[in-house]
């Protein structure tokens, strides 16, 4: 069969269109490079590109520190609507400019209709974020704060102090819960500024009803240093509390024991638990009966174990102990007691024992009488290894802690 013919015409047509739509092409890639290296400049070669737009008007802001208003950015945000009209950060820029010539009705128009849109414009959720604020409603604060600090993490450290300082409103504690118990991605980075500044109760009424939300290793940390607030004030029961609405597994019977065990040696605790040394030269384990064994090596130096108790300033203490030494002379190990704080502002050293190295099992008592302003105690046992050979063992079979 004779193949068709081309109609000169038509393939005259069909090759300008290639050539166009090739055209258009080149004319795409080159605006997208544009975008980011020079963002003006993709603007000026195509009017109306809200992504162009958005880049060149970011750009001005980060070299000026602030946003001036500019007729040019409403017409050019203008036509990017006519070419697209669900862009968002059009709608922001002419929200932006419209605050900024005191047309408050019609920036609220255009920045919400920015946030129906979408809720990944950053600049118009901080702008959303602070309107919310200027009329105290917490539900839209907290809707705007998730979507700002989510889309753009960065503005964590500038925005979580922030609403820390705030907490002490129980509306935005009770908006801030649900945040919580679904894990917002911002809520780790909040949680433990908040573990740090905010009043003890209001952290508690979020942590607290949160629950299993933040038993995750990601929130140990904050959950913990939290724990350590409360029993700081004197609130161990409430404090043991929290623990267990947090951790499914936890039981404060078996952690409020002053002996060496795995419960009491619970990491998720921190310094509340019982640190035991595992390494550089020094080789800790819990043992049977509440003890602990420990292996000191030759010209090793160090921390053995350590765990900080809840106590009443002014009251005396008894530590009781059997200890045992077994090995090469010279190892030694010592006791210090100090008083401190959660966030580590200070340390007043109230109390030291050495034990001296001996072949035979020996119990000793020793009374630990505090100052006044001391609630929290901080027990470390130091062990220095022998200068010989040979290593050392040491064995605190029994260990008791408990006001006289």
Sequence with gaps: ME????????????????????????????????????????????????????????????????????REDVRDAMLSLTRNPLSRSSLRIIGANADMEGDGSRALEAMALSDRVSRRDTMAQVWLL??????????????????????????????????????????????????????????????????????????????????????????????????????????????????????????????????????????????????????????????????????????SRGQIARRTFPVIGGKAYELLQRVSFDGEGGARIAWRGECVRADNSRAIRVWDQTIPASGKAATYRSSITLPSECTMLSLTLDGSGPDGQQSAQVSISEFAFSAK
């Design 3 to 70: 193949a068709r013919r081309l109609n000169p015409a038509k393939a005259a047509t069909i090759a300008l269109l290639t050539i166009f739509a090739a055209w258009q092409a080149y004319q795409f890639a080159f605006v997208v490079n544009l975008r980011m290296s020079d963002p003006q400049a993709a603007l000026d070669r195509s009017p109306g590109d809200a992504l162009a737009l958005s880049s060149s008007v970011s750009r001005r802001i980060e070299e000026a520190g602030k946003y001036a208003a500019s």
């Design 130 to 299: 602070e309107r919310a604020a200027a009329r105290n409603d917490a539900g839209d604060i907290m809707r705007h704060y998730d979507a700002a600090v989510s889309v753009t993490p960065q503005l964590g450290p500038l925005l979580h102090p922030i609403l820390v300082g705030e907490m002490g409103d129980v509306r935005l504690r009770n908006a801030i819960t649900p945040y919580a118990q679904r894990e917002a991605r911002w809520m780790p980075g909040f949680l433990d500024r908040a573990s740090r500044d905010a009043d003890i109760d209001d952290l508690i009424s979020v942590v607290e009803p949160a629950g299993r939300s933040v038993s995750g290793e990601k929130f140990e940390a904050s959950v913990a240093r939290s724990i350590f607030r409360v029993a700081e004030a004197g609130e161990w029961d409430r404090a043991m509390s929290v623990a267990e609405a947090v951790w499914s597994n936890f039981d404060a019977a078996e952690f409020a024991e002053a002996a060496f065990n795995d419960a009491t040696a619970d990491k998720r605790l921190r310094g509340l638990a019982w640190y035991v040394a595992d390494g550089d030269g020094i080789e800790g384990r819990i043992g049977q009966g509440g003890g602990v064994e420990v292996l000191l090596r030759p010209l």
